[in-house]
């Protein structure tokens, strides 16, 4: 723990990326299904979007700031997306570095021709190299780490561009789903141990790269599998071939893919991730004996957990707070003062429902607490006899560093109090969290297996299946320097 706390004290995950990816190849339509497939992952980054298209001779972008319905639901600029080759990207809005220069998907010339990038996930080297990189001479566009990868693909000595993809690959370390566009190849990477979700799809004779099956299902393409841990898939016209450059290693997915990031009707494993979330509602009713009138749900994050508990303890289940669905995080995030109102804007108690009741209340996941502690109180203000908050998950005690926007150790809740303290901290009668054997349980699993842990679950464990390098490294350069803010024209 003292050496953990040590190790991420400076660190400064400024270029952090979650975002959503999307490929298609061979199909005339191919920047309209683009829009489509981002609209439909817009969950996963409303910061930006871009799309990257090929028309056999020339490469075409536009990026602009905000969501694809308002950017990509237009004639005119999916005309300026010629050609049956094209990539996107959502971005999610980080904390530092708005700007469009950050955008993607990136593209550079190189000396093996166009290509273009589409990442998700966070390099944990990415500083690192950048720093060497720099040394070496190299100018940087942005402070996106997507960019180091670009470089190193350019970089490289090799000869065929999938040669230079599997260089570049190799140098770099972290969680990531990568979706690029070279010529007439569409080529999907996921990192060696899959801690960042990316699937293949089907339409016509059309292959689909995506973060997630949902994109596959609003343009009716068929879910094929999973891209595999450390596999390299290169499409060409209607070919797939495979490879696996990495020495072999079980696959190690991110946890909170399956609580909270994954739309709920994508599929994870084999299953959606509305069926896992209810199984861990249905475990965390297992692991509690108390008596309640009503399941509540935070929504929408707790809908499926709720519903699970509901489902497991015969306790009825309600709507005992109401969402406004015309609340984003952009109307949210920029101005502090509007922040301030925080969940009120989003949500409102249901009165009818819940007065004089006493109420579980179920959300997915607890982080700083902001959520539950408004939520608490707006229940209580709103006539509510008991609320008993249960999350599940297990506690969240230490940060992410492989995509998933988390704050610092400090921010972190659970790493700070203990469950008692966090229950008199959000004004709540009782609270609960998952287990971390529960929640293997409940994904199908015996339980941990602490020697190979099936997932990523750092998050709960401190277990950090891959070495965060820029805080270690003598080449990390912690400040970069790109301030200004790009135009959306
Ligand atoms: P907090 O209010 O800080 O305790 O955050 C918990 C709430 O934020 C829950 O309702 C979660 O569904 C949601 N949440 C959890 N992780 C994330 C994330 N990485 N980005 C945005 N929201 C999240």
Known sequence: ???????????????????????????????????????????????????????????????????????????????????????????????????????QPFFADTHAGGIGVSHNGNLTNALTIRGKLVKDGAIFYSTSDTEVI?????????????????????????????????QNKLIGVRDPLGIRPLVIGKLKNSYVLASETCALDIIGARFLREVENGEIVIIENDNMESIKPFPAKKSRPCVFEYIYFSRPDSILNGKTSYEFRKKFGEQLAIEDDIKADLVVPVPDSGNA???????????????????????????????QKIRSLGVKLKLNA?????????????????????????????????????????????????????????????????????????????????????????????????????????????????DYPVEIIDELGENKITQLSLLSTGSNS
């Open 305 to 335: 957990a709720a519903l699970g508990y509901s489902q497991k303890t015969k306790i009825n289940f309600d709507l005992g707070l109401i969402r406004n669905h015309y609340v984003g995080r952009t109307f949210i995030e920029p101005a």
């Open 150 to 182: 670009i470089q190193l693909i350019a970089k490289s000595k090799r000869n065929t561009t999938i040669e230079k993809i599997t260089d570049a690959v190799f140098q770099i370390q972290g969680g990531y789903a990568l979706v690029m566009l070279a």
């Open 1 to 103: 723990m003292k050496m953990l706390k040590k190790k991420f004290k400076n660190y400064n995950p400024k270029i952090k990326e979650e975002c959503g990816v999307f490929g298609i190849s061979n199909c005339e339509d191919a920047a309209a299904l683009t829009a489509l497939g981002l609209h439909a992952l817009q969950h996963r980054g409303q910061e930006g979007c871009g799309i990257v298209s090929y028309d056999g001779k020339k490469y075409y972008s536009e990026k602009r700031f905000g969501l694809v319905g308002d950017n990509f639901n237009n004639e005119k600029v999916l005309k300026n997306l010629e050609g049956n080759f094209a990539i996107g990207h959502n971005r999610y809005s980080t904390t530092g570095g708005t700007t469009l220069r950050n955008i």
């Open 350 to 462: 249901n009165k009818s429902s819940i007065k004089n009741k006493k109420i579980i209340l179920i959300d997915d996941s607890l982080v700083r607490g902001t959520t539950s502690h408004k939520i608490v109180k707006m229940l209580y203000d709103a006539g509510a006899k008991e609320i008993h908050v249960r999350i599940a998950s297990p506690e969240i005690k230490f940060p992410d560093f492989y995509g998933v926007d988390m704050p610092t150790k400090e921010e972190l809740l659970a790493a700070n109090k203990s469950v008692n303290e966090i229950c008199d901290y959000i004004g709540a009668k009782s609270l609960k969290f998952l287990s971390i054997d529960g929640l293997y349980k409940a994904m199908g699993f015996e339980k941990r297996n602490n020697a190979f842990p099936q997932l990523t679950d750092h998050y709960f464990t401190g």
